[in-house]
């Protein structure tokens, strides 16, 4: 929607009122807040309220639109909760969706197969990769952009680059309550 990686938005609390009556107060996972900071901020130290400010601003729906165009079938419901993850996600589609970046706006179907061969290393099958534009190259760049810094700065930077990984990559971490589960979707040029 045009919005830089530089823009402004505050990681301060909300309360949101709920069809049930009751209010969803979401937090982030320090149970901290740090006040204004850019997108690019709120994207590699995982703060939620950041995320799910912009994605109030932008709407539910044009977010479950967007959501379409990376290749996520499932149901996405159009509440704020989405804007940091409640819908479930096959995790193949979400590394669907990753492969936008990596490939510079063109997203592919992932394959765990790329070919078959045969002892002598003659082809007998090929994945056929089928390429489907959903981001323009220079909003492609900006992501790839901002999801290095994931890596070289923020949440993932002790588990990928303090692990001893320096191939230059991106990818974002996501937690569920109380940590349950804890994940990781990156890329690099080749992966």
Do not use: C
Request: glycine share 10%; aromatic share 8%.
């Amino acid at each position: 929607a045009g919005k830089p990686p530089s823009m402004i938005i505050d990681d301060a609390p909300i309360s949101l009122p709920q069809l049930d009556g009751t209010e969803w107060t979401p937090e982030n996972y320090d149970l901290k807040f740090q006040g204004p900071m850019t997108m690019r901020r709120g994207l590699y130290d995982s703060r939620n309220l950041i995320a799910i400010r912009l994605g109030m601003e932008l709407g539910e729906q044009a977010v479950a639109d967007m959501a379409r165009r990376f290749g996520i079938t499932t149901p996405i419901p159009p509440y704020p909760s989405i804007h940091i993850g409640s819908a479930e996600v096959h995790p193949v589609e979400l590394i669907g969706a990753y492969t936008s970046f990596a490939n510079l706006g063109q997203r592919t179907e992932p394959n765990a197969i790329l070919r078959v061969e045969d002892k002598e290393g003659n082809v007998l099958w090929k994945a056929e990769s089928r390429a489907v534009p959903v981001l323009s190259t220079p909003e492609a760049w900006i992501m790839v952009n901002m999801l290095k810094d994931v890596v070289l700065r923020g949440t993932a930077f002790a588990r990928v680059w303090n692990a001893g990984f320096r191939v230059p990559s991106g990818g974002k971490t996501g937690t569920t309550n109380d940590g349950a589960d804890v994940w990781y979707v990156g890329f690099t040029a080749d992966l």
